[in-house]
């Protein structure tokens, strides 16, 4: 099986713009994750899509929302960047069972630079 | 509040030497899934190894085992024959019980690892 995949791997964009970034995951994988991973903060959750529902949403603004399509690939998007939003973006997949035994299976991920 | 400790920022070791990452983690659920992943410096994380809290046996998975210890609330991940491939940032994460809570995983600062040849 093909295993997850980013567009685009890299991204530069100014302030106040918005950028979207997607994500196709494991044939068959209803859940897919979506991860900010900077070096002041480590890896942190931002949201995860099952079955086009958000099931789960970590602690970040309103700016970043996403979306899941019937395909299971997903799209999220952060409007009004701020310096702070340059960091490495990555999507995971899984069966989305969404109990504890679920593994993710993590994508390149996009890295995300706001000048 | 879940959380996962990764104490060792760094670490060294020699080629062909095992090594062991540390990871304690904190939970007041029964059931939970313990992982290790390996992120190389172009970044994409790779899935090494997973632990039930109710497996009895520690999981392996090649040169990958997991030594659990669920009382002491730790799962250090033990890698044997070290090769230099393996130099690469270690995570440590925690998934939750609850299905609301379901494609979360928690995860540790990650401990960097450098094999010297």
């Known amino acids: 099986k093909a295993g997850v995949t980013q567009t685009p791997r890299y991204l530069i964009k100014t302030r106040g713009q918005q950028v979207t970034l997607s994500c196709s995951p494991i044939?068959?994988?209803?859940?897919v994750s979506w991860y900010q991973q900077t070096p002041g903060q480590g890896l942190q959750f931002l949201f995860e899509?099952?079955?086009?529902?958000?099931?789960n949403k970590g602690n970040f603004p309103g700016r970043f929302s996403g979306r899941q399509f019937s395909n299971s690939r997903s799209e999220m998007n952060v409007s009004t960047l701020e310096l702070g939003d340059s960091a490495l973006y990555l999507c995971?997949?899984?069966?989305?069972?969404?109990?504890?035994?679920?593994?993710?299976?993590f994508g390149p991920g996009t890295r995300l630079t706001v000048l | 509040a879940q959380k996962i400790t990764q104490t060792q920022p760094g670490m060294f070791v020699q080629e062909k030497e095992a090594v062991t990452l540390d990871c304690t983690y904190d939970?007041?659920?029964?059931?939970?899934?313990l992982f290790w992943y390996k992120q190389p410096s172009s970044g994409e994380m790779i899935f090494l190894i997973y632990?039930?809290?109710?497996?009895?046996q520690n999981a392996t998975e090649g040169r990958y085992s997991l030594n659990f210890q669920k009382a002491r609330k730790s799962a250090n991940l033990v890698i044997s024959a070290s090769q230099l491939g393996d130099s690469a940032m270690y995570f440590c994460?925690?998934?939750?019980?609850?299905?609301?809570?379901?494609?979360?995983?928690?995860f540790g600062q990650g401990t960097e690892l450098s094999v010297k040849p």
């Open positions: 995971a997949s899984s069966d989305g069972t969404g109990v504890s035994t679920d593994t993710q299976y």
């Open positions: 044939s068959g994988h209803r859940s």
């Open positions: 899509y099952f079955s086009e529902t958000q099931r």
């Open positions: 939970t007041s659920d029964q059931s939970y899934g």
């Open positions: 632990q039930g809290s109710y497996d009895e």
């Open positions: 994460a925690m998934s939750p019980l609850t299905y609301n809570q379901g494609g979360k995983l928690i």
